[in-house]
């Protein structure tokens, strides 16, 4: 059973950093592509970052330079390390994978995971 948790959400300061995990179980991660995404109330989910079987990273232009998507495949977790917090940031991420035989060329559009983590909130303040 393919279990995702996501965990890292928190309280920061516009400026700061965190990092977000997410320990899969019941698949080897390294088969699948994989995938942050964030939503505000009112809001639809929106791809952050994604990374492929290959390793190959996408980003949405407003995290590019600032998050950065990683995988330890020993370890079957997911990361987004974010820096340079801004205040829309502000959301909850959540964390999406795939197989890899079924991976979408677009890493950040939702309907290609079948996947999804519990949300964890992060809120930036000025």
């Known amino acids: 059973q393919v279990r995702l948790v996501a965990s890292g959400g928190d309280s920061v300061q516009a400026g700061g950093s965190l990092r977000l995990s997410c320990a899969a179980s019941?698949?080897?991660?390294?088969?699948?592509?994989m995938a942050w995404f964030r939503q505000t109330p009112g809001n639809s989910r929106e791809g952050v970052a994604g990374?492929?079987?290959?390793?190959?990273?996408t980003y949405v232009d407003s995290v590019k330079g600032r998050f950065t998507i990683s995988r330890d495949n020993a370890q079957n977790t997911l990361y987004l390390q974010m820096n340079s917090l801004k205040q829309e940031d502000t959301a909850v991420y959540y964390c999406?994978?795939?197989?890899?035989?079924?991976?979408?060329?677009?890493?950040?559009?939702?309907?290609?995971?079948?996947?999804w983590g519990q949300g964890t909130q992060v809120t930036v303040s000025s």
């Open positions: 999406a994978a795939e197989s890899g035989e079924r991976c979408s060329r677009n890493l950040l559009d939702k309907r290609a995971f079948g996947y």
């Open positions: 019941g698949f080897p991660s390294r088969n699948y592509c």
């Open positions: 990374i492929g079987t290959d390793g190959s990273t």
